[in-house]
């Protein structure tokens, strides 16, 4: 996993840490995934809602990503597990491509592995950023 800046609110630290001490307990085969969501939170920058960079992808974030493969863009809003559904492109934290997503800036490039390999898309716009907009408590 790159090493890249994490921004995140205290807010939503305290959130997906819950999310995570809830799914780490239960067990299960995805153990080792959300441990390494756990060290990337370990490390990341805890800020003021307001000093987030507005092209940062935070949780519920909207964002336009491209494939970088198939040049095919997609628009995904990243969300807690209990809002996840793929019909309406909202996008688990804790799914291996949610988890590489948090953090990334517009512009990035994010990779993560999937059976068959690794994946690899493009952040080409935050579309929308709840700390941007002022809506700090999503």
């Given at each position: 996993?790159?090493?890249r800046?994490?921004?995140?609110?205290?807010?939503?630290?305290?959130?997906l840490?819950?999310?995570?001490k809830?799914?780490?307990?239960?067990g299960?085969?995805?153990?080792d995934?959300?441990e390494?969501?756990?060290?990337e939170?370990?490390?990341?920058h805890?800020?003021d809602?307001?000093a987030?960079?507005?092209?940062?992808v935070?949780?519920?974030?909207?964002?336009?990503?491209?494939?970088?493969?198939?040049g095919?863009?997609?628009?995904?809003?990243?969300?807690?597990?209990?809002?996840?559904?793929?019909?309406?492109?909202k996008?688990?934290i804790?799914?291996?491509?949610?988890?590489?997503?948090?953090?990334?800036?517009?512009?990035?490039?994010?990779?993560?592995?999937?059976p068959a390999?690794?994946?690899?898309?493009?952040?080409?716009?935050?579309l929308?950023?709840?700390?941007?907009?002022g809506d700090?408590h999503?």
């Amino acid at each position: 996993m790159n090493q890249r800046d994490i921004y995140i609110t205290e807010f939503d630290l305290a959130r997906l840490r819950d999310v995570l001490k809830a799914r780490i307990s239960a067990g299960g085969r995805d153990r080792d995934h959300l441990e390494s969501v756990e060290h990337e939170l370990d490390r990341a920058h805890v800020v003021d809602p307001s000093a987030v960079p507005h092209d940062v992808v935070t949780m519920n974030s909207q964002l336009r990503i491209e494939d970088v493969d198939t040049g095919l863009e997609t628009i995904y809003t990243l969300v807690f597990p209990s809002d996840a559904g793929i019909e309406e492109k909202k996008l688990s934290i804790l799914a291996p491509i949610g988890t590489a997503l948090l953090g990334a800036r517009a512009g990035e490039t994010v990779e993560w592995v999937v059976p068959a390999g690794a994946r690899t898309v493009r952040i080409k716009e935050v579309l929308y950023q709840p700390e941007a907009a002022g809506d700090y408590h999503l």
